[in-house]
Structures are given as structure tokens and as C-alpha cells.
């Protein structure tokens, strides 16, 4: 606790040179995995931000299609006569 409460600019004046080392390789430890998660959560976001914009257009797509239908079926020629496409 020691560490923690003592700030970044004073280690080297509270702890021996044998502490810093140990303290210095425990606080990149901590750097490493603090990064890997960070970069883990980054890329899980990505990943389901682009699923989403993916689903989102094949359902886009499946409505326009839908909608495509549905009025060309209800289409009249010039007399007034149905056509079926």
C-alpha cells in the first residue's frame, strides 16, 4: 500500500534500488494487462458494432425487395389492365 500511496515522483526517494526494481517490473505487468484487456474490449466492440451494421443491412435489404414486390405486383398498364411480373 505503501507504493500506492507514495506518488510516481518520489519512489526513488522512499524505496532502495533493490524495491524499485521489483516495483518497476510489477507496475509493467500491470501496464501489459491493463492494455490487453483494453485492447481485447476495443476489439469485441468493433466486431459487434459491424455485426450489427451487417444485420442491419441484410433486413434493409430484405424490405426494400419486400417493397419492390409488392408494387410491381400492384402496377396498371396504360388500360387500366393488371399486369403480372
Do not use: H
Request: glycine letters at 8%; aromatic letters at 12%; proline letters at 0%.
Amino acid at each position: 500500500m505503501k507504493v500506492v500511496s507514495t506518488g510516481a515522483t518520489e519512489l526513488r526517494k522512499v524505496f532502495t534500488t533493490e524495491q524499485l526494481q521489483d516495483i518497476f517490473r510489477s507496475y509493467m505487468v500491470g501496464l501489459k494487462k491493463a492494455y490487453i484487456v483494453g485492447i481485447a474490449m476495443v476489439g469485441m466492440m468493433f466486431l459487434a458494432a459491424f455485426g450489427n451494421i451487417f444485420y442491419d443491412w441484410k433486413e434493409i435489404n430484405a424490405a426494400k425487395a419486400a417493397k419492390k414486390k409488392g408494387e410491381s405486383e400492384n402496377q396498371n398498364n396504360e388500360f387500366g389492365e393488371r399486369r403480372e411480373i
